[in-house]
């Protein structure tokens, strides 16, 4: 029997609800993201490509992404996402698109890469990036190491509480692309919203927390750890209607800005979602209803869609971010 997820033949474009991860250095207002979060606890990360979010619009309302995944396979993922079809015919989508939103200092992190990650018995590892949204003067990330520092030195330092001296803090402004390379020791901090793009992984490793008493991962955090990668800014491209943003591996990430009346025919390479940044947009796949497309909320455009036609009446701002 074939899932009620496929309309006219396919598998069409569909808006996913945000799901809000509470964490003690987010934040208690996330407006003009969000107006509601459900929990009065400060939230750090709105998930949007969680295997967790609900899908919102179509046939398939009320079910998570997770179970589009496991029912439809290779219709949301594609053919060629082999690495991310699961033995018993599932599937997971390959990319966790988040919006992060630090009050204070992110703890002192490190994700490991494909080999170590499958090593562990995870499917993959954890490169990512983020895009600025948002950031107060003075805000910034931390980046790897000191140029000199050994892991005999990030070992003390952590024992001494002194970590955050031996970490490149790097000045960061609205618009700008930062990749997070896997293996790179990384923080964020505060005054800032970010987009972030990864790989479909939860693999972290805390090395340090400010003393605000969460567990540790020192050991495998160091068998993570590189001591230079290429995580840096990244100088975006103007390409034909967009800004490619960055091209990775495991990743693509374009700005699509449109004035009002608006509409861009945006091809999909592989399986992706568009993020809404500002404005009201709508996302129509080939034969299919109009899906709306708000700030703070992806529409996932599954693979096979070809392209997706995006309009606007009064102007907005997205993100196409897919796998290559």
Known sequence: MESEGLE????????????????????????PWYSETGTKEPVGEAWLTGPQCVVETGALAGRTLQQVAAEEGERLVGAGGKDDLKKDGGAEFPLLVKLLFPSEKLSVQVH?????ARAMGQPRGKTECWYVLEANAGATIALGLGEGVTA???????????LEELLEWVPVEAGEMVFVDAGTVHSIGPGVVLLETQQTSDATFRLYDYGRGRELHLEQGLRAMK??????KVRPRAMDGFVRLIEQKYFVVDRYDMAAGGEAIVPVDGAGCVVGLSGLATVVGEGREAVALPMGRAVVVP??????????????????????
């Not at 001591?227 to 840096?232: E, F, I, L, S, V």
């Not at 392209?307 to 796998?323: D, E, H, I, L, M």
Request: aromatic letters at 8%.
């Open 303 to 324: 693979a096979g869609s070809r392209t997706v036609r995006v309009k606007s009446r009064a102007g907005a701002s997205f993100v196409r971010c897919y796998t290559p």
């Open 227 to 232: 001591m230079r990668t290429a995580a840096g």
């Open 112 to 116: 490991p890469d494909d080999a170590m």
């Open 8 to 31: 006219r033949g396919g598998l069409g474009p569909f808006r996913l609800a945000p799901w809000f991860s509470e964490r003690p250095w987010g934040r208690l207002d996330l407006r």
């Open 152 to 162: 005999e030195a990030v070992r003390a330092a952590i024992a001494a509480g002194t």
